[in-house]
T-cell receptor, first 112, second 116 residues
Framework: QKEVEQDPGPLSVPEGAIVSLNCTYS??????FMWYRQYSRKGPELLMY????GNKEDGRFTAQVDKSSKYISLFIRDSQPSDSATYLC????????????FGKGTLLTVNP | NAGVTQTPKFRVLKTGQSMTLLCAQD?????MYWYRQDPGMGLRLIHY???????AKGEVPDGYNVSRLKKQNFLLGLESAAPSQTSVYFC???????????????FGPGTRLLVL
């Protein structure tokens, strides 16, 4: 079993839809959770960061962490064509371990 | 600030040839990383460095070597390229100053490598 599982999609939604992206993980030692966004032919860029269970909002984006279920989610409200990208979840154990473990990424297309 | 830059952007090699990929960052970051990204495999860590003069193996280090002679540069070398090393290579860097900054990795634009 991979440490981090992420459905690769692709996921196609109409503009304005609510998008839900998810990752599950097996290593209960993971403490810090991130979502990166990667546009086509570009490097990933950090979108959201959280280190606790619960929700964190940033504009149209909400990151949710459920450590008891080892499950994290990213919600995008009022999705826009500019949100079309690959979304990668990432997590790290913490302490002196700063190496990220990435999911495989979910390709999202938002259609006008 | 240019952030993280990578050269070259694209390269074609023949099997057995060698090459060096250069990564440079102007953010004074302590940590630097080399990843490869393949379809269906996600980002996999090749090597990383926690400071000038130090390097360590990641998840998929075989066939690669690295050096960090200067804090701002991290070089990835392929001594004898193989078709299995056809991939997109990303360099990243992060700061050691506090928890949030450590996990915030800044990525370069990538190098596309094709080994024939």
């Amino acid at each position: 079993q991979k440490e981090v599982e992420q459905d690769p999609g692709p996921l196609s939604v109409p503009e304005g839809a609510i998008v839900s992206l998810n990752c599950t993980y097996s290593n209960s030692a993971f403490q810090y959770f991130m979502w990166y966004r990667q546009y086509s032919r570009k490097g990933p860029e950090l979108l959201m960061y959280t280190y606790s269970s619960g929700n964190k909002e940033d504009g149209r984006f909400t990151a949710q962490v459920d450590k008891s279920s080892k499950y994290i989610s990213l919600f995008i409200r009022d999705s826009q064509p500019s949100d079309s990208a690959t979304y990668l979840c990432a997590m790290v154990v913490g302490g002196s371990n700063y190496k990220l473990t990435f999911g495989k990424g979910t390709l999202l297309t938002v259609n006008p | 600030n240019a952030g993280v830059t990578q050269t070259p952007k694209f390269r074609v090699l023949k099997t057995g040839q060698s090459m060096t990929l250069l990564c440079a960052q102007d953010m004074n970051h302590e940590y630097m990383y080399w990843y490869r990204q393949d379809p269906g495999m996600g980002l996999r860590l090749i090597h990383y460095s926690v400071g000038e003069g130090t390097t360590a193996k990641g998840e998929v280090p075989d066939g690669y070597n690295v050096s960090r002679l200067k804090k701002q540069n991290f070089l990835l070398g392929l001594e004898s390229a193989a078709p299995s090393q056809t991939s997109v290579y990303f360099c990243a860097s992060s700061s050691a100053r506090d928890r949030t900054l450590q996990e915030t990795q800044y990525f370069g634009p990538g190098t596309r490598l094709l080994v024939l």
